[in-house]
Structures are given as structure tokens and as C-alpha cells.
């Protein structure tokens, strides 16, 4: 029988796509989402002597809450904090297992309102304008390079905005709508 033949490499330069995980594709979620979860996960797991079998470790049940902050998913309140709980640990072990963490997670993903992705893309927008109406500016961007202590030129900075506003000129900057169109288009919010 012949050899299975290779699917060709990818050109250079274009990254590989990460495939999803089977847990990944349970909760509909994308390989980057899994990723962004198994991340803010493995910042509190730990090895417990009762689940050896979980190679990903177990988070302490006080950790969950600020797992999910760190994940940028947190609970609203108490209640739904101690239902997160009651959901990932119904036996009272006092810990949470990688697979009951995802599937929460990719429910508190699910139900980001477009409410508070409006929220997250005005407050992202305010940062750049140092809390103003906008638009972003050439000066804004400055500003922000130097406070990261980022060596960015200005040809580059005029790219971006030219990018962001549809080559609509640098001088008429980055409105709103533009800045959430990137955004959107980079994946930040769906």
C-alpha cells in the first residue's frame, strides 16, 4: 500500500491555523478561544493527590472566580459566582477539573451581550483618546507609544490610521465605528 500523501506545507510567512480540541468543538468554542481559557487556567491549577489523572491539574474553588477574571468573563455577582461553583464542583470536592473550567467558560463566552462588547469597544476606544470623544489622532498614538515605551515610527503610525479609517486620510483619524471595525475584523469581539 502506497504512503498516505502530506496535505503540502503552508507558504512561508502564513502561520499554521491551530486546530480545535475535542472539549474545543463540545463547547463551540475556536482553538484560539480554548487556548485564551487553557491559559488563564493553568495561572491557578495546581496537582491534587485525588485527581492524578487530570493532566491539566485542578483550580482551588476559591481560585474560579479569579480565573474567570483573569479570562475576562466575570461573574456579575455573588449568586452567579456561587452557581458557577455549584455547576463546576456538584460533588463539594473544593475543586474544579480543566473540562467542567471550559465548559463554563465557553458559556460565559456565548453570552457576552452585544450591550457589554459595546462597553468593552467604547472603554478600549477611551483609552486611546485619553478619555475623549475622538477621533483618534496621530498625537493620540504617540501617546500611547511613548506611555508603553514603544519605538514606533510615524510612517507606521500613519498607516494605522489610514488602515483604520479606510484611507479616508490621517489628518480625519480613527472615528468609533472605524475602531470598532478593527476590532471586529482582528477578532477581539464577534
Known amino acids: 500500500m502506497p504512503p498516505k500523501r502530506r496535505p503540502p506545507a503552508p507558504p512561508v510567512g502564513q502561520e ?3 486546530r480545535q480540541s475535542k472539549l474545543a468543538k463540545e463547547n463551540n468554542i475556536s482553538a484560539d478561544e480554548e487556548a485564551e481559557i487553557k491559559e488563564a487556567y493553568h495561572l491557578f491549577s495546581i496537582s491534587h493527590e485525588d ?5 491539566d491539574g485542578v483550580i482551588p474553588i476559591q481560585d474560579v472566580r479569579r480565573a474567570l477574571i483573569a479570562l475576562g ?4 455577582d455573588q449568586d452567579e459566582t456561587n452557581e458557577i461553583i455549584d ?8 475543586v474544579v477539573t480543566y473540562a467542567s473550567f471550559v465548559t463554563v467558560c465557553a458559556l460565559k463566552l456565548h453570552s457576552r451581550s452585544e450591550d457589554s462588547i459595546s462597553h468593552e469597544i ?3 476606544y477611551r483609552l486611546f483618546t485619553g478619555g475623549g470623544e475622538g477621533p ?6 504617540r501617546r500611547i507609544a511613548r506611555e508603553l515605551k514603544e519605538d514606533v515610527s510615524e510612517d507606521v503610525m500613519k498607516d494605522m490610521i ?4 479606510g ?3 490621517v489628518n480625519r483619524g480613527v472615528r468609533m465605528q472605524d475602531f470598532e471595525g478593527v476590532m471586529r475584523r482582528a477578532g477581539v469581539f464577534k
Not at 87 to 94: A, Q
Request: glycine share 12%; aromatic share 2%; proline share 8%.
Open 51 to 55: 485527581f492524578e489523572d487530570e493532566k
Open 122 to 124: 467604547d472603554t478600549a
Open 73 to 76: 468573563v466575570p461573574p456579575n
Open 87 to 94: 455547576t463546576v464542583d456538584p460533588m463539594s470536592t473544593g
Open 136 to 141: 483618534i489622532t496621530m498625537a493620540h498614538l
Open 162 to 165: 489610514l488602515e483604520a479609517n
Open 167 to 169: 484611507g479616508g486620510g
Open 16 to 18: 499554521k491555523k491551530a
